[in-house]
């Protein structure tokens, strides 16, 4: 069974940083592409930053220069470097993982990230 944990979410600051990391556990072909996706209170699920294979990088216009996304395929694992947080990155954050081949996606089960003015 494909399990996705994410680690890192909390309280912050506005101005301050956090670190959200995913491991991704099960037996799985190939990992085609890895990110983070967002769903603020009310709103509805989106992107914020995605690695595709290859090593192309899609980011949110707003947390462009801010956020980084970095993943390690060997250690199954998708990391997002969050600086200088704003309030209205407060949500829940949701690692994505879809796979070579079948593209099948899967989703952890999110983490709280609070952003406080």
């Known amino acids: 069974q494909v399990q996705l944990v994410e680690s890192g979410g909390g309280l912050v600051q506005a101005g301050g940083s956090l670190l959200l990391s995913c491991a991704v556990s099960?037996?799985?072909?190939?990992?085609?592409?890895m990110g983070w996706y967002r769903q603020a209170p009310g709103k509805q699920r989106e992107m914020v930053a995605t690695?595709?294979?290859?090593?192309?990088?899609n980011y949110q216009d707003p947390v462009k220069g801010r956020f980084t996304i970095a993943r390690d395929d060997a250690r199954k694992m998708v990391t997002l470097y969050m600086l200088s947080l704003r309030p209205e990155d407060t949500g829940v954050y949701y690692c994505?993982?879809?796979?070579?081949?079948?593209?099948?996606?899967?989703w952890g089960q999110g983490t709280q990230v609070t952003v406080s003015s």
């Open positions: 690695s595709a294979r290859g090593g192309g990088t």
């Open positions: 994505w993982m879809r796979t070579s081949g079948a593209r099948v996606d899967y």
């Open positions: 099960g037996i799985i072909p190939s990992i085609d592409a």
